[in-house]
């Protein structure tokens, strides 16, 4: 199974803050990478496929990065609104599997 | 606008029997496969497997294979997911997402509300 890792577990930034999100595959898994957001009590959302590309409706301060095994989340410009629990996932075989999660909490 | 939209929470004993609902719209349904995903109280995001309503043809993940049973029926666009026999470890909530894909690119979106699944004796 390709282990899906995220860096840091945890973290809290300022409105205006620019906040990255690192995810690491055990594996080189090409750009087959996603990111999704979920706030407490609800599902989660997808926000950014193959590594980079932004889904329809997503604010442009969420960008995404990366290829092989590193990966990145950046919010540029934090907003109230992005207190949140992120996920990586794979998609490079049929199991896909999460990263554990990034709480970010704004101050 | 396409939707996914599951059943409601659940309360059952353990050794009980299960089947919790996904129901789809908006787009076709023969067309994207659809994924179950859990989420234990408290921690991430576990992919259970995955259906192609086209066929049925049904990917589980090892963790799950042999508990869980993944079904469709086209017939009223919707997706299951059912348990022959409730353990209290299964007390989670259990998403439904439709696999969006570009080539052999894949996603989830979108997801279904959630089903709170509770089993105590």
Known sequence: ?107 | EVQVVQSGAEVKKPGESLMISCKTSGYSFTTYWITWLRQMPGRGLEWIGTIDPKDSETKYSPSFQGHVTISVDKSVITAYLQWSSLKASDTAMYYCARLDYSGSLGWLDPWGQGTLVTVSS
Not at chain 1, 6 to 20: F, H, K, M
Not at chain 1, 53 to 76: A, E, Q
């Open chain 1, 1 to 107: 199974d390709i282990q899906m890792t995220q860096s840091p577990s945890s973290l809290s930034a300022s409105v205006g803050d620019r906040v990255t999100i690192t995810c690491r595959a055990s594996q080189n898994i090409d750009n087959y990478l996603n990111w999704y957001q979920q706030k407490p009590g609800k599902a989660p959302n997808l926000l950014i496929y193959a590594a980079l590309h932004l889904r329809t409706g997503v604010p442009s301060r969420f960008s995404g990065s990366g290829s092989g095994t590193d990966f990145t989340l950046t919010i540029s410009g934090l907003q109230p609104e992005d207190s949140a629990t992120y996920y990586c996932q794979h998609s490079y075989t049929t199991l896909y599997t999460f990263g554990q999660g990034t709480k970010l909490e704004i101050k």
